[in-house]
Structures are given as C-alpha cells and as structure tokens.
C-alpha cells in the first residue's frame, strides 16, 4: 500500500469546484479576524501559573548549567513540558517592544497564531485523501467550531497541543513519502567500518551520559563521602581540602562539573560527527538533517503532553506499512531525535530523565485534580466522573451537522473500502487516532474536567471524515454552506465566549446553564473589569470572588481590589463580583443587588452585585 501523498489520485477527485486560489484568501481572512478581536479576550484561570512556570523553566536553562539545579515548580506544573509555554513567554516578551499590547493579549495572540498552524495543518493532511472541495469544506467545519475557536485565543494547552499533534503528524508522514529509509551500509558498514563504530560509540555514550544522570550522581556521591571519610580514591587524591566542608559541597561541586563537561563533549562530538559524514556520507548526512525537523516537531508536542508521542505511533504505523523492515533504521534516528527534543525542552527531566518520564505518564494517566466537575446538574470528582461523560459532551458540544456528516462520511467510506479499497488510509487513520483513544478514555474513565479540553487532539478524524460527505454530494457547496452556519452564528451569538457552546441537543447555552460547565476559566472577568472601569466611583473598593488575578489584570488602577481571602466586611465594599461556577453568584453576597450580569443566550456567566 501506497501512503505518498498523490498516491490516491487515481481514486479521488483532483479538484473541485472551489479554486486552490480562492483557499490563501479564506486563511488570511480568518487571521485578520483573529487579530482584529483578540483584545476582546480575558486572561484564562491558570495562564498565569503556566507562565510563571515557563519563567522557572527558562531560568533552569543557566542553573542547570551553572549548578546542576533545576528549580521545580510543584503542584503537578513540572509533569506538563513547559516547551510552548517557554516559546510564547520569549516571543510575547519581543513582540512588546513593536505592539503596544498588553503581555496578556500578545500571548492570546500567538495562541491564535499557533490555531491557525492547526487549520493549516489540517487542510494539508485532508489533501491526502479529499478533493480540493471537500478539504476545504473540512477545513471550515473544523475551523468554524465556536469550541475551538473560543479555546483558541485563551489555551496555552490544549488548542497548542492539537495544533502540534497534527504538525508532527503531517511531516511525520511526508518524511516518509519522500524519503527513502537508511541502511546499514548507509550508515557506514562497508567500506568506512570506523564510521559505524564512531556513530555507536557516540550514541552509547550520549545515552549514558543523559539517561545514566541519576547513576552518575550517586557515584559522584558515593565517592565524596568516601574520600570525606579517609578513605583514598580519586577525589580525596584531586580535593586535599575535602575534610574541611560539608560533602554536599563537593558532591554539587562535582557534579556542576559534569553537566558542564558533558555539554562541551555533546557540542564537539556532534560537530566531529557531521564533519566525518559531510566528508564520506554526504547523501547520508543530509537524508539525516531531512529527520530533524519532523522529530522535534514531536518532540515538542511531547513536552506540551505526555500523550504527544502518539503521533509519533501514527507515523511509525504508516511508515511499516509503506516501506516495511527498511523504515526501521529511519523511525529509530526520528525517535532518537524526538526524544532529544523532548529533553531539551522540558528542564524538569534532566535530573533523572527516565524516572521522572515515568513519574509524569503516571501523574497524568490519573490527574489529581482537587475540583469539582459539573456533569449534568450533579457535582463529580474528576476521578469519577460517569462514562456517558464523555459521549454527552462530545454530542452537545460541536456543531449539530458534524456528527450527522461523520456518520454519513464513515458509511460511505466503508462503503468504498469493501467495494474498491478506498479510504482506507483514512480509515485506518481514524481508527487509531480517534476510536481507539475514545473507547479507551471511556472505559478507563479518564479523569477529566473542564468538559472535555484535554482531547481535542483526537478530534480531528471526525472532520476528514465528514469531508467525504463533500465528496459525494452534488450541490456540495451549497451543503458546505449550511454546514457551517450553525458554528458561524454560534461565534457570532457567543462572542468572545464561543467556548462556552453547547448545541440544540444540549439546550444551548441557556439549556446547559447549572448543568454543566460554562465559563470554568473565568474569562467573563474581562468584562467586569470594564463594566467597573467605566461605572465604579473614584477609589472604590471592590470584593472578587474567585479567581480575583483574572479581575485585576484588567482593573482601573485606583479601584481597591479584595479577595476571598482577605477582609470580608460587606459594610466596606462598594461592589462584588462572582462568577457562576460552582454557584459562587449565589453564595457571594446572596441579598446583594446584581447590579450588571455578563450572559449570552441566557446563560450567566458572571455577576458585578452592590452590596
């Protein structure tokens, strides 16, 4: 089986009726949008502990080196890779000095800049199976989905990690559409012997030298407190004044000096390396530099979630498939380099990467997350949330026509597997990629909150499925165009809170009001701070339930701000804000008068009361 990318052309469509020129015009369009609204955006519930750990993150990048510490943030932040989070904090930092933006709304920008690599990403994986028209008609489902859309000006998660899941995934694939995999001989067996055995001494010892860290220091330990107590070996021999300080001093000493050490040997290896492939190998070299880029786009999306290697699984499936034994060689460099780039970004690994690797799989395979979720009027522990969880909100959540059209679109591509083995690269995409996962979330009851935010990822196939809808339908515009209303009108109704959305099957936003989740990350308090920026009386004193940081970033400088966990005198302030999660609007002040409520479509999503 063929998986290069025009390799279906015989069984699909080469172009539609819509024009490949019409499709620049379409994407540069939704960027002006984004841009044009992005300020119209409030700072999310955790943005700003992720960006205090991005800080941590940052600083680990001198410590480590410096000292051999990496300073850790706690509260389960260190079992995320903070590598988007690093990226967007360096790259707000420098867009200050040319956008007179807040450092809040430039990230919220770069958020929606990295949504718009997801739609491209998306539009270019679709291409390898859909005609022109059904790729975008796709596209636009999945681009028009006030869910994403919504997430896609305040995640600093979940939106960031499917848009670097699909980018992994679409390189990934053509890495193999195009590349022929390694050989043995390739990398050096015959005639040049001493070029293999260079390579795996070098792999061996960067293996060690990395994986080894935590055996390492406990010799470093070991043989300090040796030398400390009387006993000769090298270091009592190197340190005469050992006896005189702590051995916890030299043992970090020591230790410093090996992290320092095993960096220069890394750089001067790797440069040596390159230069002896450039001069023997030079096919084999750049075939090498053509892995690097796709391997550390997972990389990445491995030190963004834990599950981003299952893109890396994705590509490993189709590249057996295509090339069999023969793209083993290849997938083992992409791996290897994955893995680096993964290390190289996620400071809290270093230490002691394959322990804390481990540690982190099993954090988030069962997340202790404190709250409540809000599940059909009834309050779960994330850990227990019901199994028709996940399938409620799946059904309520997007757009009435994209079930509808997954259902259609997988009958008829089923259809077409039996009949002429068409779609089946699709189907068995699907399969993996959404089934497989979903059937597994369900059953193991994953613990989950926020409704369902943390699986976007595997959300994609239900889109290329619905496209081959596209594909079968005569007037397939005119279908495109009715298929995408329901989500244009929900941006447009729900604005900037399209992520609150919850279809006609779930009652809409006033159906779902108390029955589950709405504004859970207190975005809401945006427009509370402009409604008391234009209305509050000079030096007033206003009392936050909540998340009060979201309020304060946006509140006029002289207003005086309390939280929950200060003063709580009613006779003192002149307003309070709550917002309607966990009912806080009903339990802050409950004779207060609502003097301005923040709704759409009949749900409330927060409260501004005077006492």
Do not use: C
């Not at 700072?43 to 941590?56: H, Q």
């Not at 309607?580 to 759409?600: F, G, K, Q």
């Amino acid at each position: 089986m063929n998986f290069k990318a025009g390799s279906m052309s015989s069984t699909r469509k080469k172009l539609g009726w819509i024009s490949p020129r019409l499709i620049p015009l379409i994407f540069i369009a939704i960027a002006v949008l984004g841009i044009f609204v992005t300020r119209h955006y409030g700072e999310s519930w955790d943005e700003l502990k992720f960006y205090k750990y991005a800080d941590l993150s940052l600083q680990a990048y001198s410590t480590w080196f410096n000292s051999g510490q990496v300073p850790e943030f706690g509260n389960t932040y260190d079992n995320y890779g903070p590598a988007y989070v690093m990226l967007v904090s360096i790259l707000a930092r420098g867009l200050q000095l040319l956008i007179p933006w807040s450092i809040s709304d430039l990230r919220h920008l770069l958020y929606f800049v990295t949504f718009l690599g997801s739609i491209w990403a998306f539009y270019a994986l679709a291409k390898r199976w859909l005609s022109q028209t059904a790729v975008l008609g796709a596209t636009l489902l999945f681009a028009t989905q006030p869910l994403f859309w919504g997430h896609a000006f305040i995640s600093p998660k979940d939106i960031p990690f499917m848009a670097f899941f699909l980018l992994a995934l679409l390189f990934g694939l053509r890495l193999f559409d195009t590349l022929q995999p390694l050989s043995l001989n390739l990398l050096g067996l015959h005639p040049k012997r001493t070029s293999l055995v260079l390579t795996a001494l070098w792999l061996a010892s960067v293996f060690v030298l990395f994986f080894g860290v935590d055996l390492i220091y406990g010799w470093i330990d070991s043989a300090v407190r040796a030398a400390a107590s009387g006993q000769p070996n090298l270091i009592s021999s190197i340190a005469s004044d050992i006896h005189k300080v702590e051995p916890e001093v030299y043992i970090q000493r020591y230790f410093t000096f090996f992290i320092q050490a095993r960096a220069i040997y890394l750089l001067v290896s790797t440069v040596a390396l390159a230069i002896l492939y450039r001069k023997h190998f030079p096919s084999t070299l750049n075939a090498l530099l053509t892995i690097v880029f796709p391997a550390i786009l997972l990389g990445i999306a491995s030190s963004i979630r834990i599950l981003g290697p299952l893109a890396g699984l994705l590509v490993a499936i189709f590249a057996f498939w295509k090339h069999g034994k023969r793209a083993l060689s290849t997938l083992i460099i992409y791996a290897a380099i994955a893995l680096a780039g993964m290390y190289a970004t996620w400071p809290y690994l270093w230490p002691n990467p394959l322990g804390r690797l481990i540690e982190s799989l099993q954090v988030m395979s069962q997340y202790p997350w404190p709250g409540q979720v809000l599940f059909d009027g009834v309050q779960y522990a994330s850990t227990d949330i019901p199994r028709a969880y996940l399938p409620t909100l799946l059904a309520f959540q997007l757009t009435e026509p994209v079930w509808i059209l997954f259902v259609v679109g997988l009958t008829v591509a089923i259809i077409g597997l039996v009949k002429v083995r068409k779609y089946i690269e699709l189907l068995t995409l699907t399969a993996i990629w959404f089934v497989v996962p979903l059937i597994g979330f369900i059953l193991s009851r994953t613990p989950l909150y926020d409704n369902f935010r943390q699986i976007f990822f595997v959300l994609p196939p239900i889109f290329l499925i619905a496209g081959v809808v596209f594909e079968k339908i005569k007037w397939r515009v005119w279908l495109i165009g009715l298929t995408l209303l329901p989500g244009l009108i929900g941006i447009v109704r729900l604005h900037p809170y399209e992520y609150t959305y919850y279809n006609v099957f779930g009652g809409g936003q006033a159906g779902a009001f108390r029955r589950f989740e709405l504004d859970y990350w207190g975005t809401a308090y945006r427009e509370a701070a402009d409604w008391l920026n234009e209305n509050a009386a000079l030096d007033a004193n206003v009392w936050v339930d909540g998340p009060a940081h979201l309020l304060d970033r946006y509140l006029r400088d002289d207003l005086n701000m309390y939280s929950t966990y200060e003063i709580e005198r009613a006779d003192i302030y002149d307003y309070v804000v709550a917002t309607t999660r966990y009912n806080m609007d009903l339990t802050s002040y409950p004779e207060a008068n609502i003097v301005y409520r923040i709704e759409r479509n009949g749900a409330v999503l927060a409260v501004i009361k005077q006492p």
